[in-house]
């Protein structure tokens, strides 16, 4: 309905008329209920401050402001449309008629045309209510966006609904008149390629969740809240011990990982050696996980890019060139996604799903990968139809979030939505998995750090792949273990499970082993390094290289890490 209108001529016409009215400035729009709760007040008191602080913009922006009046509140509209015509009157006394258009509407709603002209006007769209439910015209103007070359900028209250949502919005406390001026002039400086990258992380959201699409979906999570509340009426507290949620273990059950790793030692120890073995997780280790985003509250990805920078690259080359050792990578990631990375690596064995499938180590770079999945009794594509819609359904309540599927687990990740809004969503998805799967062997792991729960077989983890290949031979002279996750805490139990179990056996184990940590933390490996910059300087020592970019080397590197296979 909306993109229909869109195309009108008249819309156009009008959005070009509010233009040449305001010709040479940048207009920052606002539409706002005549209420005390709105917030319109603090905005045009941010808007003075803008223009105090920053005169540079006093001949450059202009704020049209539409005030409606829905008559359901009488005193309270009363109140604040005297605050709103003195605070008018006052900015444009002090710095001109033309910085602000103010306009009184008698309705609870403006008429579908003029909003949309005003926002194709509008490079700015500005709605800090102190206390709002869902409102959808900052959803409509990022939408009437969608195909311009400048996309709108959006500011919102951290108070609002709205602001759970739009994941590409700058967020303001709207009662901090100084952060909320700043804002709009970062709004108004922000780069094109910001703008942009802010529209993309909300506009497939928007353009996928329909009014009918919407009103299904509160009707079907009513109807979810009902039908829980009757079988809590009914339900035996001595019913089930459920499943079992996957956290790290707490501090009086492991010890702090205080002793930061010599890595002379280890190279000192890898040149001694004569059979070696790796393992070494992928996202987080080799692959660095970014901070909350500079343009966005969480990136994509959350990775600094699908794989890792060159010089790692070239390190595992070098590593898996040598006859000596056996190098595996070991990822919760899909068998696709790890494959794309770095299967075209020669000799490098790859896991994935948290070590559900596992790929020996390949010589001929010409043929395909084969994966042998393990059998861990459980039916998972039952465990899929019971998880799937539950975790579809959350993925339609936040922005940013998706499923993710490996052949041995099916996962929710929330890295990339509103972090409050993510958290709240995954304790209630915790609670509704573990009540609907208590029939099947299988656990949850919640990794909050990135932001995905899992639902895995109960047998499933990354120590699998650490006692296949440690037992499948004579074991090693030299063991170096890598991880920075939860997940990768079965890895360093299962590396001192094997060698504790060789040595009832009197079988030879190996000289050195290092078990490492990313992140100083409580944990069960003996060592620790600060990040994954470490880690690539660790491989890159190992192999003989030197570390010379330090911390500047080059994380993003999607073309550059696979140009070395191709020449």
């Not at 949502?165 to 709004?187: C, E, H, K, M, W």
């Not at 999570?221 to 956290?247: F, Q």
């Not at 799903?353 to 001929?364: A, E, Q, V």
Request: aromatic share 6%.
């Amino acid at each position: 309905m909306v993109e229909k209108a869109l195309h009108s001529k008249s819309i156009h016409e009008e959005a070009r008329a509010l233009k040449n009215a305001h010709l040479g400035r940048s207009i920052i729009c606002g539409v706002d209920i005549a209420q005390g709760l709105s917030g319109v007040s603090l905005k045009l008191l941010a808007f003075e401050k803008l223009l105090a602080d920053y005169p540079n913009w006093r001949e450059k922006v202009a704020m049209v402001q539409i005030c409606l009046i829905p008559s359901t509140r009488k005193n309270d509209e009363a109140d604040t449309l005297a605050h709103v015509r003195y605070l008018v009157k006052r900015i444009q006394k002090a710095f001109g008629p033309e910085v602000i258009q103010y306009e009184e509407f008698i309705g609870s709603a403006l008429p579908k045309d003029r909003r949309l002209a005003l926002w194709l006007a509008s490079e700015v769209f500005m709605c800090v209510p102190i206390r709002e439910g869902l409102n959808l015209l900052p959803l409509e103007c990022v939408f009437s966006h969608k195909g311009a070359m400048s996309p709108v900028v959006t500011i919102t209250s951290e108070f609002s609904a709205v602001c759970s949502i739009l994941n590409g919005a700058l967020r303001v406390n709207p009662f901090d008149i100084q952060a909320s001026s700043t804002s709009i002039d970062t709004a108004l400086t922000m780069s094109m390629e910001e703008k942009i990258s802010r529209r993309e992380r909300d506009i497939k959201f928007i353009s996928s969740s329909s009014s009918g699409l919407w009103t299904r979906r509160v009707l079907r999570d009513l109807a979810d809240v009902t039908m829980s509340a009757a079988n809590e009426n009914i339900k035996d507290s001595t019913n089930g011990a459920g499943l079992k949620m996957d956290t790290l273990p707490s501090v009086s059950d492991l010890r702090m990982s205080s002793v930061p790793l010599d890595v002379m030692a280890v190279i000192s120890a890898y040149k001694a050696a004569k059979k070696r073995v790796f393992f070494i997780d992928f996202n987080g280790t080799i692959v660095m996980k970014e901070p909350t985003g500079k343009y966005l509250k969480r990136d994509i990805l959350g990775t600094g890019g699908s794989r890792p920078p060159v010089e790692t690259i070239k390190a595992l080359v070098g590593l898996c060139g040598d006859d000596r050792n056996t190098v595996y990578v070991v990822s919760g990631d899909t068998e696709q996604n790890i494959e794309n990375a770095i299967g075209h690596i020669e000799g490098l064995g790859l896991a994935s799903g948290n070590g559900g499938s596992l790929s020996c180590p390949t010589y001929d770079n010409m043929a395909e990968r084969k994966w042998d999945t393990s059998n861990l009794g459980v039916d998972f594509d039952a465990v899929k139809r019971v998880a799937l819609p539950i975790l579809s359904k959350y993925t339609a309540r936040a922005n940013g979030s998706f499923v993710k599927l490996t052949s041995s687990s099916v996962g929710w990740s929330y890295y990339a939505c509103d972090p409050e809004w993510g958290n709240l969503l995954a304790t209630s998805l915790i609670e509704e998995l573990e009540d609907e799967l208590q029939g099947f062997d299988v656990r949850l792991v919640t990794l909050k750090g990135v932001g995905v729960i899992e639902v895995v077989p109960r047998k499933l983890n990354k120590g699998l792949v650490v006692k296949e290949v440690l037992r499948s031979n004579d074991l090693p002279d030299f063991v170096l273990c890598i991880g920075d996750d939860v997940s990768d805490e079965k890895m360093f139990t299962s590396v001192f499970s094997v060698i504790a179990q060789s040595c009832t056996e009197g079988v030879a184990i190996p000289d050195h082993v290092f078990t490492v940590t990313v992140g100083k933390k409580v944990s069960n490996a003996s060592y620790y390094v600060e990040d994954a910059s470490d880690v690539a300087d660790l491989l890159i020592r190992i192999d003989g290289g030197q570390y010379s970019t330090g911390r500047a080397m080059s994380w993003d590197n999607d073309e550059g890490g696979q140009a070395m296979f191709e020449s």
